[in-house]
């Protein structure tokens, strides 16, 4: 069975930084892109970035500059290295494999 699970989320001040983890098994994920989405509270669920097989990546506007997402291969791992956080990046953190989600990790920008 194909899981992939997050973790590194909590609560930040803003302007702080955090490092959210996607643990992938049952399947190569080396093999195909993965991505982080974000849903806010009483917004719909949002595209953060992607990266490809190759490691070309992608990410939207509100985060350019900000976030960065890498992938370890041996390890099955994406990652998402967000700096500079604001309040308006409070939300769940998914990572997405095809047509696979995580459970999501909670991110609060908060002082």
């Known amino acids: 069975q194909v899981q992939l699970v997050e973790s590194g989320g909590g609560l930040v001040q803003p302007g702080g930084s955090l490092r959210l983890s996607c643990v992938g098994s049952?399947?190569?994920?080396?093999?195909?892109?993965m991505a982080w989405y974000r849903q806010a509270p009483g917004k719909e669920r949002e595209f953060i970035a992607h990266i490809s097989v190759g490691g070309a990546t992608d990410y939207a506007d509100s985060v350019k500059g900000r976030f960065s997402i890498s992938r370890d291969n041996a390890k099955n791992t994406i990652y998402l290295q967000m700096n500079n956080l604001k309040v308006d990046d409070t939300a769940v953190y998914y990572c997405k494999w095809l047509q696979v989600w995580g459970q999501g990790t909670l991110v609060t920008v908060s002082s």
């Open positions: 049952g399947s190569t994920f080396s093999a195909h892109g």
